[in-house]
């Protein structure tokens, strides 16, 4: 978790970089283009300059026949010097503008290799990492193996995602502690449901899914021009418990203000916001970087991870009280149906990574589908995130 959070923070100082760079590249562009324009302008000045270097006008004290081409020249000079001064001057300052430009991209390259050495460090640490956790569960792979292999078959006979997550949930809560948590908790509030006078996570009456977290985006694009992205960064580590919990420290609905956003990026579709298909979005959308890092928003069990119809790769996970989250787009999901997770905790990547970076642009970058749902109807994500999240996104 400490490994995936030092890689979070490394993808948002590196988009910060980058950003800056291509910044300063378009102001050298400027300038150099400003320059290359008035090439021949700047010849002439600087042949005028180098010629009075070499030939002082003529003294002022001057005998009397040479009076008169001494006016004449003193009136031409007069005339010429404050222009030839000005634009001198101009060039100077455009001069001193384009090497500050220069240094400073410079300066900026050398952050971006420092900062990209960091975080191929770090990703090479978690994949080690992640391979110890893989060797740790070996002793759970025969009850693993038949999660998977349920997830499998229910998800090739259902017709809906509510479906596919309520048969899911009886094969969770059969093989795991998923069963044992929800009957303590009915123990604990039998009469007693959590949201039932939450106004800001009221259930939306459900419809189809959305063709893709891609086709939401479509939509938020077109937005763009009228409106900022906000860009999204990551609140500091939340303690949420014990890290050898097998089973959330608290109840999701108290979790409020707590959760730590799954990935880097930018928000670009909101919950409720009018999708292209003229229905409301059911979760937010953000925009990561190439190969980002996706961690676990809240404790909970894995009740799906796979390819399911237009969502691509998928991410569904049972946080207790009827509550779950969705996350769709991921490129490599590294956890299995049946496993407790930890919020925070790695479980995947977005697509593209690699050792060469570039500035994430818009109509190139993967996009995370985030739900949460609760009594398979979702519900505004938005008052869970951490504070600093929330006053990030405005």
Same mark, same amino acid.
């Given at each position: ?80 010097? &404050? ?126 899914? &959305? ?50 956003? &799954? ?132």
């Amino acid at each position: 978790m400490d490994t995936a959070k030092i890689i979070k923070d490394s993808e948002g100082k590196l988009t910060d970089i980058e950003s800056r760079l291509e910044e300063l590249e378009s102001q050298e562009r400027i300038l150099r283009g400003s320059l290359s324009q008035r090439n021949g302008q700047i010849a002439k000045l600087l042949g005028a300059l180098q010629r009075m270097g070499r030939n002082p006008p003529p003294a002022i004290i001057t005998e009397r026949e040479d009076a008169l081409e001494m006016v004449r020249s003193a009136m031409l000079l007069s005339a010429a010097f &404050p222009e030839l001064g000005n634009q001198a001057q101009a060039l100077l300052t455009r001069l001193n503008e384009l090497a500050r430009v220069t240094g400073d991209i410079r300066s900026q390259r050398d952050k971006l290799r420092s900062e990209m050495a960091h975080f191929s460090d770090a990703r090479v640490r978690l994949s080690g990492l992640m391979q110890e956790k893989s060797v740790a569960l070996d002793e759970r792979q025969s009850e693993l193996k038949q999660m998977r292999t349920a997830a499998a078959d229910i998800s090739r006979n259902v017709n809906n995602l509510n479906d596919l997550i309520v048969r899911l949930d009886k094969a969770v809560q059969t093989n795991t502690g998923l069963g044992a948590y929800e009957a303590q908790r009915a123990r604990e509030k039998p009469n007693i449901t959590p949201n039932s006078s939450s106004a800001s996570d009221a259930p939306t009456p459900i419809d189809a899914p &959305p063709a893709t977290p891609a086709a939401d985006v479509k939509a938020a694009s077109a937005k763009s021009a009228e409106k900022q992205f906000n860009v999204v960064e990551l609140a500091p580590s939340t303690a949420l418990g014990r890290p050898g919990r097998i089973e959330p420290e608290v109840e999701f609905i108290k979790a409020k203000g707590l959760l730590p956003l &799954p990935a880097q990026g930018r928000k670009v579709l909101n919950f409720g916001d009018k999708t292209q298909y003229g229905g409301q979005s059911k979760g937010i959308v953000f925009e990561t970087r190439q190969g980002a890092q996706v961690t676990s928003p809240c404790d909970g069990w894995i009740v799906y991870a796979g390819e399911f119809r237009s969502y691509g790769q998928l991410l569904i996970i049972n946080a207790g009280d009827g509550y779950h989250v969705l996350l769709a787009g991921l490129s490599q999901i590294d956890v299995q149906p049946g496993q407790f997770v930890l919020a925070a905790e790695p479980i995947g990547t977005m697509s593209g990574w690699s050792q060469q970076t570039r500035p994430v642009a818009a109509n190139s970058a993967p996009v995370l589908y985030v739900e949460f749902r609760k009594d398979g109807r979702p519900v505004n994500p938005d008052p869970w995130w951490a504070a600093r999240d929330r006053k990030v996104q405005g």
